[in-house]
């Protein structure tokens, strides 16, 4: 074949295919003319005509071609493409400014950074009031520590409970400080709630839907941490379940995801960070004790997370780490504390709220 023969060809070809969308258009006008219940059947030439278009011997389409053409053709002309799922409340695109959470002058997600500290769990007076105090001496404003425990074992402390909560509460009190505490169950939501200044789901809770729920009914601002093995469209989609129920105070908290590493308890993924700050309006934390779950890097992990645009860190102290009751290998004492929070604050990353 030569060349203009090609051509003459190609421009047969190019007037069928012009003709078949002007009549595929025109198909698709009148189709859309049918009343709504019709056009949800997709309703198109009846099954009887396509199957005899498919049995004709002597047509170069065999049933299997026709078959595909005639479903194309239904979903071409079926109804125009349904709009985009609206946005997530959390997400950037439905609130652009961002979300800052305030108590008092301490603002979460204003631009300032805030450290989290306290022991993994709490256990005693005397071990909350010494740890109280380094915080204070340190300006640090929110104490944290576990009453009700997530543990791996049914035989490990599990915590003091309301009890525990009430010693942190008082202690807190006449230290100045904030609360922080993790909820397991919706149970405990409201008896918990008189104690605490903010309401931690922790990440084996992340996907606790029930949960999640409750807490989009309290009052209590939520600090929800990633689930140890979520995406960040997990992670986010969980938020959604708290904030979707009225609680638009809701903070997110990176805090290490499983990986195949075991230099690190976990690994600490920073991507994070700004993804989420692109991608959500709510304060993003960075928990350096159980992400790492290692003492001698906190303070390059803490940079790393400010530096990545974090609104605050979260990290573990103890007065005494190697008798804690839980977490005893990753908690800090007094005195590395206090170093690690002078480093963290002279970094030149470090940006108190209300000051
Ligand atoms: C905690 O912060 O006390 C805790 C148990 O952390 P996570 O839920 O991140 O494991
Ligand atoms: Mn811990």
């Given at each position: 074949?030569n060349?203009?023969q090609?051509?003459?060809?190609?421009?047969?070809?190019?007037?069928i295919?012009?003709?078949l969308?002007r009549?595929?258009?025109?198909?698709?006008?009148?189709?859309?003319?049918?009343?709504?219940?019709?056009r949800?059947?997709?309703?198109?030439?009846?099954?009887?005509m396509w199957?005899?278009?498919?049995e004709?011997?002597?047509?170069?389409?065999?049933?299997?071609a026709?078959r595909?053409l005639?479903?194309?053709?239904a979903?071409?002309?079926?109804e125009?493409?349904?709009?985009?799922?609206?946005?997530l409340r959390?997400?950037?695109?439905a609130?652009?400014e961002?979300?800052?959470i305030?108590?008092?002058d301490v603002?979460?997600?204003?631009?300032g950074?805030?450290?989290?500290?306290?022991?993994c769990?709490i256990?005693?007076?005397?071990q909350?009031?010494?740890?109280?105090?380094?915080?204070q001496?340190?300006?640090?404003?929110?104490?944290?520590?576990?009453?009700f425990?997530?543990?791996?074992?049914?035989?490990?402390?599990q915590?003091?409970?309301?009890d525990?909560?009430?010693?942190?509460?008082?202690?807190?009190?006449?230290?100045g400080?904030?609360?922080?505490?993790?909820?397991?169950t919706?149970?405990?939501?409201?008896?918990a709630?008189?104690?605490?200044?903010?309401?931690?789901?922790?990440?084996r809770?992340?996907?606790?839907?029930?949960?999640?729920?409750?807490?989009?009914m309290m009052?209590?601002p939520?600090l929800l941490?990633?689930?140890?093995?979520?995406?960040?469209?997990?992670?986010?989609?969980a938020?959604?379940?708290?904030?979707?129920?009225?609680?638009s105070?809701?903070m997110?908290?990176e805090?290490g995801i499983?990986?195949y590493?075991k230099?690190t308890?976990?690994?600490l993924?920073?991507?994070a960070?700004?993804?989420?700050?692109?991608?959500?309006h709510?304060?993003?934390?960075?928990?350096?004790?159980h992400?790492?779950?290692?003492?001698?890097?906190?303070?390059?992990?803490?940079?790393?997370?400010l530096?990545?645009?974090?609104?605050?860190?979260?990290?573990?102290?103890?007065?005494n780490?190697p008798?804690?009751?839980s977490?005893?290998?990753?908690?800090?004492?007094l005195?590395?504390f206090r170093?690690?929070?002078?480093?963290?604050?002279d970094?030149?990353?470090w940006n108190?709220?209300?000051?």
């Amino acid at each position: 074949m030569n060349n203009e023969q090609l051509q003459v060809l190609q421009g047969k070809v190019n007037e069928i295919d012009s003709v078949l969308i002007r009549l595929l258009n025109e198909r698709a006008r009148v189709f859309r003319e049918l009343p709504a219940e019709y056009r949800a059947r997709s309703l198109c030439l009846t099954e009887s005509m396509w199957r005899e278009a498919g049995e004709d011997e002597n047509a170069p389409l065999n049933s299997q071609a026709i078959r595909q053409l005639r479903d194309a053709i239904a979903r071409a002309t079926q109804e125009p493409v349904k709009p985009a799922k609206p946005a997530l409340r959390v997400s950037r695109q439905a609130q652009p400014e961002n979300t800052v959470i305030r108590f008092g002058d301490v603002e979460i997600g204003g631009g300032g950074t805030e450290l989290i500290a306290g022991p993994c769990s709490i256990e005693s007076w005397e071990q909350m009031r010494q740890t109280a105090e380094a915080l204070q001496e340190k300006g640090v404003r929110i104490i944290r520590g576990g009453a009700f425990k997530p543990r791996t074992s049914p035989y490990d402390f599990q915590g003091l409970g309301i009890d525990g909560l009430k010693m942190m509460k008082e202690v807190a009190d006449e230290y100045g400080l904030l609360t922080i505490s993790e909820v397991v169950t919706p149970a405990h939501l409201e008896a918990a709630a008189p104690y605490l200044d903010i309401i931690q789901i922790g990440a084996r809770n992340m996907q606790n839907f029930e949960l999640l729920k409750e807490a989009g009914m309290m009052k209590l601002p939520i600090l929800l941490k990633r689930g140890l093995a979520a995406t960040m469209e997990e992670f986010l989609m969980a938020a959604e379940y708290i904030v979707s129920r009225g609680n638009s105070q809701v903070m997110l908290i990176e805090r290490g995801i499983r990986t195949y590493e075991k230099w690190t308890r976990n690994t600490l993924d920073i991507s994070a960070v700004p993804i989420l700050k692109q991608e959500s309006h709510l304060p993003v934390l960075v928990d350096v004790s159980h992400s790492t779950g290692r003492k001698d890097i906190l303070l390059p992990c803490a940079k790393a997370a400010l530096a990545a645009g974090a609104d605050g860190v979260m990290v573990e102290v103890h007065p005494n780490p190697p008798e804690a009751w839980s977490d005893s290998e990753q908690q800090i004492d007094l005195a590395q504390f206090r170093s690690f929070a002078d480093q963290l604050m002279d970094s030149g990353l470090w940006n108190r709220s209300g000051q």
